[in-house]
């Protein structure tokens, strides 16, 4: 029975993180849509404009890519887990 209250928690656990992951990708997208937007309000050359929005575009890139790897990290670890308290479940059915 605790096993499979671990289980279900996993599981839980598991659906959140895929829900994070998927929030960061897209405020990660909406942030350099408003950066754009607040950018284009200052009168700057259009090159260096570029090269500040391309600046901040690769740093959030980079942000967004380190943390998808620590939900995929951590999603990874999840599913391990959850696959073994499923053999458990499994074994313990069995007796």
Known sequence: MELQHQNAALDKR??????????VTKSADESSSAASIHASNVPVSPHKLME???KQL???LKNAT???SKHLTTIKTL???HQEKDEQIRQLQER
């Open 14 to 23: 598991l659906n959140q993180m895929a829900e994070q992951q998927a929030l």
């Open 79 to 81: 599913k391990a887990e």
């Open 52 to 54: 500040t929005e391309l």
């Open 66 to 68: 380190n943390e998808i």
């Open 58 to 60: 690769k740093s959030k």
